[in-house]
């Protein structure tokens, strides 16, 4: 009986790390906002729709110009909770990248959890955060494709 029950723990371990390498190699690399990249003045509820579903160990990339005279500064905040988001209220909230890092490559942020991820810029004292800069992912487990 103790051998019976072996086999199958042993069987169990074997398919989750199957399942955990599958999950990795198949991430994907999104770009947040496509061409039109991480700026203000875009529908990023609309995009995130559009861009749905995404999974476990997917990379979100935040493009974005460095501010310059003909373009304005951006930011990226991971907003805590629901209500912080849909509030645009940052005093809970971290900065993951400032103005300066979303040029080049962008700033890229892994969705390892299964969990909601909470996205917005901070800048001019929240104001694009409620012109909708700002969208939320929650990713899913490879297995419920």
């Not at 875009?42 to 005279?69: G, H, M, R």
């Not at 805590?80 to 209220?89: A, H, I, K």
Request: hydrophobic share 45%; net charge positive; glycine share 8%.
């Amino acid at each position: 009986m103790k051998m019976a029950l072996s086999i199958n723990v042993a069987q169990a371990i074997v398919l989750l790390v199957a399942a955990t390498l599958l999950g990795v190699s198949q991430a994907k690399t999104v770009v947040v906002g496509g061409d039109e990249k991480w700026r203000s003045g875009f529908n990023y509820t609309e995009w995130a729709f559009q861009n749905n579903p995404l999974y476990i160990n997917d990379k979100l990339v935040f493009k974005y110009e460095p501010p310059s005279a003909s373009s304005s500064a951006v930011d990226l905040y991971w907003m805590p909770d629901l209500y912080s988001y849909m509030t645009c209220d940052f005093s809970r909230a971290k900065l993951l990248a400032d103005a300066t890092k979303g040029s080049g490559g962008g700033f890229t942020v892994a969705l390892d959890q299964w969990r909601p991820y909470y996205f917005a810029s901070g800048q001019s004292d929240g104001l694009y955060c409620k012109d909708g800069m700002k969208f939320f992912a929650v990713p899913w487990p490879r297995w419920f494709k």
